[in-house]
């Protein structure tokens, strides 16, 4: 997928609907990872169906930074996927919450 398919994406732009068992993940890369694709899933159940979304350049207040946004998640812990087999991490969503990854350089050892 080309990078330039994703336009920035301004202050404001992104709304999310948190509480109750609702919250949110916001997973932040570097600028290489722009127009990538990045997909997580619920921890158990490793082979069910995967949610993505796209890496946006995040034009803020306090400068530019890039990330994938998943709004509207059911609260639980959800495993982050480097690629279609291997994984980057897990992150707990929790309700009412936005909770933040950062993704990492390279293939956590014990991940993969």
Known sequence: MEPSAY???ETGSVVLDLG???G???IYTGR????REIEISPADRP?????????RERRV???VFHSAVYPDLPAGVYTVW???RRTAGAICVT????AEFVWPSSVPSGFD
């Open 7 to 9: 336009g920035p994406s």
């Open 20 to 22: 109750g068992a609702t």
């Open 24 to 26: 949110a993940l916001i």
């Open 32 to 35: 290489e990872l722009h127009g």
């Open 47 to 55: 082979d069910g169906p995967r949610t993505h979304a796209a890496v």
């Open 61 to 63: 207040q306090d400068g």
């Open 82 to 84: 480097w690629d279609e």
């Open 95 to 98: 309700g009412g919450v936005v």
